[in-house]
C-alpha cells in the first residue's frame, strides 16, 4: 500500500523508516526534513532504563504531572515500550552521552549519562552532546531513512485530508514551487508536529503552524484535548531568543526575581522541579510584581566548566545574547511550547477518519493529559510512530478508543462565519513568491495571523476568564479566512481553524486543570470530563452524513 507521512521530526522519521519495511511511503514536508522541533530538543528523552527506575514509577510521574487526565493505557504503552524503543536509538547510533562516575555505573547498571528535569522521581533523562539531544536523533533517524526507498518531498506544504466516502484517500499539498498538487494515498499519517506560532512568543520553529491538526478538523476528524496548551516557564528573555532547557534547573539552577529572591519555594513545595504549569505559572506572578519584566534563571551555583561541558548550546546562547550565566543571572520568561491536545488517537495511531493515522504533538492519545511531563515528548513521538506504522494495513476497529474512550462523544461545531474560505483577507496582499518553510520565507500577508496571536496571547494564553475567551470566540468568529494560495495563507487559515476551536474548548472547561488555567475558576472539579472532543460539522452527503447523535454547538 501507498503511505503519506506528512512530517519530518522524531515521529514522521520513525514512521517512514519502519513503515517502508512493508509499504511504498512517501515522506511530505513543509520545510526542510531538518527544520521542525526535534532538531531542536535540547532536554532528552525520558526514558526508564536504569537499575534504579521502573516503567511504574515512570507511569507515576506521567499521571502526577498530568493532573488526572492521562489515559491509563496510553501511559502505560509510552513507558513500557518506552525502553525498546530507546535502545532501538542506541542501535542506529545516536551518540547519547557517557558516564564514567563510578557512583552513576552503580546505580544505574550501564554508563548512559542521565539529567532530571521537573515532575521526575528519578534521574532517567538520556540526553546527547550535553543539550543537543533532538539534533543528535534527527540527523541519526535522517540517515537511516536515506538508507530506505522512501519519496522524500521537502519544501512541500499540505494544504488538505482528500476524503472519499468517508476515507481519507489522499492529500493535497503545495510543492516546491508552490503550485498545488494531489498525492492518492491508501494511508495517510499525520507527524506534522504543534501550533506554537498561534501565540506571539514561542519556542517552537516557524512550521509549526498546526497545519496537520487543522486539515484533519476541516476533513471532519474529532479532536481532544484542545485547552490544554503547555507554556514553558524558560524561554530566554531577549528578541529572538530560544528556549532553556528544564535541564538546567533539574541540575541545580534557581529562579530568582529582581530582588533576588528565589520566588518557588513559596509556590510548590518541590520549587523549581514542580510541574511545568506550575512554574510558568510562578513565573507569571513574579513577573507581574515587578511590572512585567523577566525573571532571572540563576546557574551560578553550578561549576562553570560543568555548565559548558553539560549545556554547550546554552553557553552560546545565552553569551549571544550578552550575559555570562556563570557570573549572573539569565532573563527568562514563559512562552507556548507544546500542546497536549490534537488529533484523536487511539494507541495505534488510528483516528475517526479511516486512512488516516496520527502520531507525536499532532495527535491526543491521552498520554499526556492536561501537562506533559518533561522529556516525555520524544518518547512519544518515537513509541506512537513504531505502533501506528505496524498497524497500517491491518483491521480497523469498528469504534477505535480514541483517547482511550471506544464512546468518546465529541460535540459537533459549525463554522464560526458560516462557511468555508471564499476569499482573500480584506486588505492584505498575498506574497505570489511565497515559498513552503523555512527561516528565509518572506511573506507580507500579516494580517491575519497578527490578529489571531494577538487573541490568543491576550485571552487564550497562560491566564484565561470567561470574559476573555468570549471576546477571543467573537474576534475569531470574524476574522475572514484566508485561501490557502500560497504557504503563508495555508499556515494562517490553519492557526485561525485551530484558534476557533481551542478558544471554545477552553470556555468549555470551566474548572483549572494542568496546563488550562481560568482565574475565573481556580479549582480543580471532581466532577468535571476528564476530556472534551469536538468534530466539525461537515454537510450531509450520500456516505458522509453527519453524526446524528451528537449536540450541535453553532459558534
Known amino acids: 500500500m501507498h503511505v503519506v507521512v506528512v512530517g519530518s521530526g522524531i515521529a514522521g522519521l520513525t514512521a517512514a523508516i519502519r513503515a517502508s519495511t512493508e509499504h511504498d511511503v512517501t515522506l511530505v514536508t513543509k520545510g526542510t526534513l531538518t527544520d521542525g522541533a526535534t532538531a531542536s530538543a535540547q532536554g532528552g528523552i525520558a526514558v526508564a532504563l536504569g537499575a534504579d527506575d521502573t516503567a511504574a514509577l515512570h507511569q507515576h510521574d506521567t499521571h502526577v504531572a498530568a493532573a488526572g487526565t492521562a489515559d491509563a493505557r496510553a501511559v502505560d504503552v509510552l513507558c513500557t515500550d518506552g525502553p525498546a524503543r530507546v535502545r532501538d536509538l542506541v542501535a542506529l547510533g545516536v551518540p547519547f552521552d557517557r558516564t564514567t562516575d563510578p557512583a552513576a555505573l552503580d546505580r544505574y547498571g550501564d554508563d548512559l549519562a542521565r539529567g532530571r528535569e521537573a515532575a521526575h522521581g528519578r534521574w532517567r533523562i538520556l540526553h546527547a552532546g550535553g543539550d543537543a539531544t533532538g539534533g543528535a536523533v534527527e540527523r541519526t533517524l535522517v540517515a537511516a531513512l536515506h538508507r530506505r526507498h522512501v519519496t522524500i518531498l521537502e519544501r512541500t506544504c499540505l494544504t488538505d485530508l482528500v476524503v472519499r466516502h468517508g476515507q481519507v484517500v489522499g492529500v493535497d499539498v503545495l510543492d516546491l514551487l508552490s503550485e498545488p498538487r494531489r498525492i492518492d494515498a491508501d494511508a495517510v499519517l499525520l507527524a506534522s508536529g504543534g501550533a506554537g506560532h498561534l501565540y506571539r512568543e514561542t519556542t517552537n520553529p516557524l512550521v509549526a503552524t498546526g497545519d496537520g491538526a487543522a486539515a484533519a478538523w476541516r476533513a471532519g476528524a474529532v479532536l481532544a484535548d484542545l485547552e490544554f496548551v503547555q507554556f514553558h516557564p524558560t524561554r530566554l528573555a531577549v528578541p529572538g531568543g530560544g528556549l532553556v532547557s528544564e535541564a538546567v534547573r533539574g541540575e541545580g539552577a534557581v529562579l530568582r526575581d529582581e530582588r533576588g529572591h528565589r520566588f518557588m519555594r513559596d509556590v510548590h513545595p518541590d520549587a523549581e522541579l514542580a510541574p511545568r504549569d506550575v512554574v510558568a505559572r510562578g513565573i507569571a506572578s513574579a513577573m507581574r510584581a515587578q511590572g512585567g519584566r523577566p525573571v532571572l534563571l540563576d546557574a551560578t551555583g553550578l561549576d562553570p566548566a560543568f555548565l559548558l561541558a553539560r549545556f554547550p548550546g546554552?553557553?552560546?546562547?545565552t553569551r549571544a545574547a550578552g550575559v555570562d550565566w556563570t557570573r549572573e543571572g539569565v532573563p527568562v520568561a514563559p512562552a507556548a511550547h507544546y500542546a497536549m491536545g490534537g488529533v484523536a488517537t487511539d494507541t495505534e495511531g488510528r483516528t475517526s477518519?479511516?486512512?488516516?493515522?496520527?502520531v507525536g504533538e499532532v495527535a491526543c492519545t491521552g498520554v499526556h493529559g492536561a501537562n506533559r511531563l518533561a522529556s516525555n515528548s520524544l518518547l512519544e513521538g518515537l513509541v506512537f510512530a513504531v505502533r501506528a506504522a505496524d498497524a497500517l494495513g491491518s483491521p480497523r476497529p469498528d469504534r477505535p478508543r480514541l483517547r482511550g474512550d471506544a464512546t468518546l462523544a465529541p460535540t459537533v461545531v459549525a463554522d464560526p462565519d458560516g462557511r468555508r474560505a471564499s476569499r482573500p483577507v480584506d486588505g492584505v496582499r498575498l506574497s505570489v513568491g511565497d515559498r513552503p518553510g523555512g527561516p528565509g520565507r518572506v511573506g507580507t500577508d500579516t494580517?491575519?495571523?497578527?490578529?489571531?496571536?494577538?487573541?490568543?496571547?491576550?485571552?487564550?494564553g497562560l491566564l484565561r476568564d470567561a470574559a476573555g475567551l468570549a471576546e477571543a470566540r467573537r474576534v475569531l468568529a470574524v476574522v475572514p479566512a484566508p485561501?490557502?494560495?500560497?504557504?503563508?495563507?495555508?499556515?494562517?487559515?490553519?492557526?485561525?481553524?485551530l484558534a476557533r476551536v481551542m478558544a471554545l474548548a477552553a470556555e468549555a472547561r470551566t474548572e483549572s486543570r494542568g496546563a488550562h488555567a481560568r482565574t475565573d475558576h481556580p479549582d480543580t472539579d471532581p466532577t468535571a470530563p476528564m476530556t472534551t472532543a469536538w468534530v466539525r460539522a461537515r454537510p450531509a452527503g450520500p456516505s458522509d452524513a453527519a453524526p446524528t447523535a451528537l449536540q450541535e454547538v453553532l459558534a
Open 353 to 358: 477518519l479511516p486512512g488516516l493515522s496520527a
Open 447 to 460: 494580517a491575519v495571523r497578527d490578529a489571531v496571536q494577538a487573541v490568543m496571547t491576550e485571552h487564550v
Open 314 to 317: 546554552l553557553t552560546r546562547a
Open 483 to 497: 485561501l490557502p494560495t500560497t504557504v503563508r495563507g495555508a499556515e494562517d487559515r490553519a492557526l485561525l481553524d
